[in-house]
């Protein structure tokens, strides 16, 4: 007997959709529950440990300018979370490091995040941060950037 291919097609499909389950037809759960899982986080917060650690000599020298002790910054390195303040000085850092990266070779970063500004009334990057305006510093690159005179 000789089954038309249509319908041949149509069986082994029919098969397929019974046997091999598809991402789509398998249940989904109401509700997810929450995870107390924090590994995500702790990586991000691995990452710009690493960011924040190329602008600085040492841990130490990041301790000092975040005004924390150095076993937070092992913390910090650790992916563990920081105080929200000093959280946010670090992202701060680690936004800037990244802005400046393409734009500046690794080994001037730290240099330019020191030196007076002139886009930043002829303050330092870092204080300007540490201030909380990372708006500013932002800024400051994106005119260095376009070629900008201060």
Not at 12 to 21: D, G, H, I, R, T
Not at 63 to 83: C, P
Not at 106 to 121: C, K, S
Request: aromatic share 8%; no cysteine; charged share 25%.
């Amino acid at each position: 007997m000789h089954l038309p291919f249509e319908l041949v097609r149509n069986i082994f499909v029919a098969y397929l959709a019974n046997e091999v389950p598809l991402a789509r037809r398998q249940p989904v759960p109401a509700k997810i529950p929450p995870t107390t899982d924090d590994s995500g986080r702790g990586v991000i917060r691995g990452a710009t440990y690493f960011l924040v650690r190329s602008a600085f000599a040492s841990d130490a020298a990041i301790a000092s300018f975040a005004g924390i002790d150095r076993s937070r910054v092992t913390r910090f390195k650790q992916g563990m979370n920081l105080e929200p303040d000093t959280a946010a000085l670090l992202d701060a850092v680690g936004a800037t490091v990244t802005q400046l990266r393409g734009f500046l070779d690794d080994d001037a970063i730290p240099e330019w995040l020191r030196g007076a500004n002139a886009h930043l009334a002829h303050r330092a990057p870092l204080d300007v941060l540490r201030t909380g305006r990372l708006s500013e510093v932002i800024a400051a690159i994106e005119a260095e950037k376009s070629g900008a005179f201060a």
